[in-house]
Structures are given as structure tokens and as C-alpha cells.
């Protein structure tokens, strides 16, 4: 129950054609102006969060601030808004 020869070089010319169609469409030169690598770069750049500038205070005014959220935190003795940071 050998096979001819023949039919083996059929068979290899069969695998061999349904390759080569297979591969035709493809082409090797897939280059583009950039890589995925940049795409990822750009889309970093581009959603990267970026904190409001807050106004610049002198030490005075950060002093008075500060006494100011005391004396709320002390005057809320009967606990009134609870919700509104001026309680412990």
C-alpha cells in the first residue's frame, strides 16, 4: 500500500499552492509613520490630568484661615451641619 511518488509531489504542490494563495495578499512592507508603541505615548500625553493652579497665600492669610476654621469648629458646639467639615 505504498503511494507513488507522484502523488506525494501532488500533495506538496497542493499545500504549497494553498500557501502562496494564502500569503499573496499579504504585503511585508507594513510600515507606518509611527509605531504602537507612539500611539501609546501620545494617548498618555494627551490624557494625563493636570491640577488647577492654586492661588499662591502669604503665611498671614494661612494664619488666618486657620484660625478661622477653629473658631467655626469651637462655635459649633450643638453640632450643626455635621457634614460640613467643622466637626471632629
Same mark, same amino acid.
Given at each position: 500500500m505504498?503511494?507513488p511518488e +507522484?502523488?506525494? $509531489?501532488?500533495?506538496?504542490?497542493?499545500?504549497?499552492a494553498?500557501? $502562496?494563495?494564502?500569503?499573496?495578499?499579504?504585503?511585508?512592507?507594513?510600515?507606518?509613520?509611527?509605531t504602537?508603541?507612539d500611539?501609546?505615548?501620545?494617548?498618555?500625553?494627551?490624557?494625563?490630568?493636570?491640577?488647577?493652579?492654586?492661588?499662591?497665600?502669604?503665611?498671614?492669610q494661612?494664619?488666618k484661615?486657620?484660625?478661622k476654621?477653629?473658631?467655626?469648629?469651637?462655635?459649633?458646639?450643638? +453640632?450643626?451641619?455635621? $457634614?460640613?467639615?467643622?466637626?471632629?
Amino acid at each position: 500500500m505504498d503511494k507513488p511518488e +507522484n502523488e506525494d $509531489e501532488d500533495e506538496v504542490n497542493l499545500i504549497n499552492a494553498e500557501f $502562496e494563495s494564502m500569503v499573496e495578499g499579504l504585503s511585508l512592507d507594513e510600515s507606518t509613520p509611527n509605531t504602537y508603541l507612539d500611539e501609546l505615548d501620545q494617548w498618555e500625553k494627551v490624557d494625563r490630568f493636570t491640577p488647577p493652579e492654586l492661588p499662591k497665600k502669604s503665611i498671614i492669610q494661612d494664619v488666618k484661615d486657620a484660625r478661622k476654621a477653629f473658631l467655626k469648629w469651637i462655635k459649633n458646639s450643638n +453640632n450643626q451641619n455635621p $457634614e460640613d467639615g467643622a466637626s471632629i
